[in-house]
């Protein structure tokens, strides 16, 4: 029987799920029963003829029983539309970030267990064939000095009015996850993380981090983070929102044997003895991959305890007690109407991830003191 879907959350981000649903349908390996949002939809793409639109997550889930639900919500709403999905019967997949922390990590992974239910989460580069090679490529480089991703983005003045809970802390008592390190930039993260655990670094153990922002929001929209694992690995993560030249995102490992450079969202690689980056074609499809599983045991790419490093370094990012990102002075960022950018920034992203070293232990003149947090044990 081919596999019904809905989607929970479908626009914004959830219109590319709608297409790319679409596309999967097209190939005949499921069947689009239902959409919601609590909004009107947008029409581009247009609704289906003859599929419902639900303002309530619930109503859909009685009426349509769908076997897979994707849910495209805002990550502080993640947990409750899961649990009422696995107790309606679906299978997931559940945007990133996943959750906000470890306990809900916990409670949704139990809720799945008992429910015999599967979560695939929706990190997408971690099925490109580029980010295999780039993994299986990490053992000949030898004992690694570090791994370190990188981005240079911008987001100007709209991106944060575009919905309420958009660059805030705590809406409604609950936190919300919209910092660069943990939404726009999480998959910088995640890729990280995931080529320290595939070299046996063990779990990330502390957080050195330095979090800064441009307008007065509440969330960064730069980071600086030194993550180090039980083995002595340090991770290190340098993103801007607040960018000049435009950096999509790379994950690069070094060691005696070389150095190894995925640039993730464009699935572009060099390894040792490549003069120039290569584009790697191939990407699995999450959603695909989830009917797969459901039809006959495929091994999930993003299972939900793959993500339990990512909750963790989340949790530490976003608990009440951590400070609020330091404002930089109208000195240090140059704005441009909507447009805010710290001049020198791309230079001291590239900078950082070659020395392992924070903006603070460099003497940057903006830069503060980092906070320092043990990492909950996963």
Known sequence: MTTTVALIGANGHGRWHRRRIAEVEAAGRVRLVALADVRPLET????????????????LLAETGPDVVVICTPPHTHLQIALDAIAAGSDLLLEKPPVASLAAHHTLAA???????????????????????????????????????TASWQRDDAYYARSPWAGRRVVAGRPVIDGALVNPLAHAVMQALAGARAVGAGRPRQLVAERYRVRPIEVEDTAFARITFDSGLHVVIAVTLAGEDFIPGEIAARGPGGRAVLEYPTDRLALPGDEEPRKIEGRADLLTNLVEHREDGTRLLVPLDATADFTAVLEALTVPDVPMPHLLDDAAVLIEGPKRTIPGVNDLLRKVVETMALPSEMGVPWAVRPFVQRLPVT
């Open 111 to 149: 809720s799945l267990g008992a429910a015999g239910r599967a979560c695939q989460v929706g990190f997408q580069a971690l099925g490109s064939v580029a980010w295999q090679q780039f993994r299986a490529a990490l053992p000949g480089l030898g004992e690694l000095g570090g791994i370190t991703a």
């Open 44 to 59: 581009d793409p247009p609704v289906p003829p003859g599929v419902p639109v639900f303002t309530d997550h619930r109503e």
